[in-house]
């Protein structure tokens, strides 16, 4: 890994969307430019300085390559032809396409991630020293009980271990072999916004109208 590199910017974007029925990185969250989560990611994640992020994508990559290239984001595609199989084969993916680089992992299925907790990850990342064999996780702590989120970070050495696995196993099957594994409690409950159905999208949607 180059001395000093930030961690690559990896937004997942391969899932089939069965369940809301649109491309859930092109999904209106809020109305005019910036509004779709791909964009908000790619937004907040920028505070990780990675100057080109990584967008994995699956049976939709025409249509996000479209968008793409209309928005003229700076946004590397890579499809995964094997998208079916599962997530890990997405981040093994990524992992081969950014050799030696540890990787912040973003789905676009949690899109509501704010700039704050990209730059606490990556601090805390720097602080501990980069581990090429780690994994940081932001989570918030309810009832004396920590829920775990989106994005993470995981060390570039461990991630050669997705090399040669089936591309349908568990991430936490990864996780379990992080040394060391890390939490970083976080107030931020937009770590856990999952955007699945419609009535998540309407969910989202109302939030940041709250807000």
């Known amino acids: 890994m180059s001395a000093g590199a930030p961690p690559a910017l990896v937004l997942l974007a391969a899932g089939a969307s069965a369940r809301l029925g649109q491309p859930k990185a092109l999904a209106s969250l809020a109305a005019g430019p910036g509004g779709t989560p791909l964009?908000?990611?790619?937004?907040?994640?920028?505070?990780?300085?990675?100057?080109?992020?990584?967008?994995v994508t699956g049976p939709d990559h025409?249509?996000?390559?479209?968008?793409v290239a209309a928005r003229g984001l700076a946004v590397e595609l890579l499809h995964n032809a094997g998208w079916s199989a599962g997530r890990t084969g997405s981040v093994a993916c990524a992992a081969r396409a950014r050799p030696g680089r540890d990787l912040c992992i973003a789905p676009v299925d949690v899109?509501?991630?704010?700039?704050?907790?990209?730059?606490?990850l990556a601090a805390e990342w720097r602080a501990r020293g980069a581990?090429?064999?780690g994994w940081l996780g932001p989570?918030?702590?309810?009832?004396?009980?920590?829920?775990?989120?989106?994005?993470?970070?995981?060390?570039?050495?461990l991630l050669r271990e997705l090399e040669g696995a089936a591309p349908?196993?568990?991430?936490t099957a990864l996780r379990a072999r992080a040394?060391?594994?890390?939490?970083?409690?976080?107030?931020?409950?937009?770590?856990?916004?999952d955007l699945d159905t419609p009535a998540d999208l309407e969910r989202l949607r109302a939030r940041l109208r709250g807000a």
């Open 39 to 55: 964009e908000r990611l790619l937004l907040a994640g920028g505070r990780l300085g990675d100057p080109r992020a990584l967008l």
């Open 62 to 67: 025409a249509l996000l390559a479209a968008f």
């Open 131 to 133: 581990p090429p064999r």
């Open 168 to 171: 349908g196993a568990p991430l």
């Open 111 to 120: 899109p509501l991630v704010p700039e704050s907790v990209f730059a606490a």
């Open 139 to 157: 989570c918030v702590e309810q009832a004396g009980t920590r829920r775990f989120g989106h994005p993470v970070l995981i060390g570039h050495a």
């Open 179 to 193: 040394a060391p594994l890390l939490a970083l409690v976080q107030p931020d409950l937009e770590i856990l916004d």
